[in-house]
């Protein structure tokens, strides 16, 4: 199955690079890393440059931001990030112009004074702005474990 994914990932890419054009989901996934790039160095003006102007940026703990919001609370300085590692990524590309995230982060994350190990499952959504890929929402949640739905009789 790996194989087989690569075997995708790579086809895609040469078909991309034929056409001149990047396949949405890498795109996506490209802008995705960026983001990350910017956020363990506290890059306020760069993640200003992947988020949309309609960006909404639901946190783990149901605060809803906006572009604005998030930016100038990173430019604050009471957050900051480190060791961020995501896995689990599932891209599914909904329109030509739009991608969902899938994933999973794991990241050494610092509140005020305090750094704490944060593991979240989130959704992210891009979208192709004029050219320019940019993420639209983002919706996180910490795992509590495993919820198993009792079997119906």
């Given at each position: 199955?790996?194989?087989?994914?690569?075997?995708?990932?790579?086809?895609?890419?040469?078909?991309?690079?034929?056409?001149?054009?990047?396949?949405?989901?890498?795109?996506?996934?490209?802008?995705?890393?960026?983001?990350?790039?910017?956020?363990?160095?506290?890059?306020?003006?760069?993640?200003?440059?992947?988020?949309s102007d309609q960006l909404r940026f639901?946190?783990?703990?149901?605060?809803?931001?906006?572009?604005?919001?998030?930016?100038?609370?990173?430019?604050?300085?009471?957050?900051?990030?480190?060791?961020?590692?995501?896995?689990?990524?599932?891209?599914?590309?909904?329109t030509p112009e739009s991608v969902v995230?899938?994933?999973?982060?794991?990241?050494?994350?610092?509140?005020?004074?305090?750094?704490?190990?944060?593991?979240?499952?989130?959704?992210?959504?891009?979208?192709?702005?004029?050219?320019?890929?940019?993420?639209?929402?983002?919706?996180?949640?910490r795992p509590s474990g495993n919820s198993?739905?009792?079997?119906?009789?």
């Amino acid at each position: 199955m790996k194989r087989f994914l690569l075997w995708v990932i790579f086809a895609g890419l040469a078909v991309g690079a034929i056409r001149g054009a990047e396949l949405p989901v890498l795109a996506a996934l490209r802008a995705d890393n960026a983001r990350l790039a910017a956020m363990m160095v506290g890059d306020a003006t760069a993640l200003g440059n992947l988020m949309s102007d309609q960006l909404r940026f639901v946190h783990s703990d149901g605060r809803v931001e906006s572009k604005a919001d998030y930016v100038k609370n990173l430019l604050a300085g009471d957050t900051a990030y480190a060791d961020v590692k995501t896995s689990a990524v599932e891209m599914m590309q909904v329109t030509p112009e739009s991608v969902v995230i899938l994933g999973v982060q794991t990241m050494r994350k610092r509140l005020g004074p305090d750094w704490s190990e944060v593991t979240l499952r989130y959704l992210s959504v891009w979208r192709n702005e004029a050219g320019v890929w940019r993420m639209i929402a983002w919706q996180s949640a910490r795992p509590s474990g495993n919820s198993v739905v009792p079997p119906k009789k």
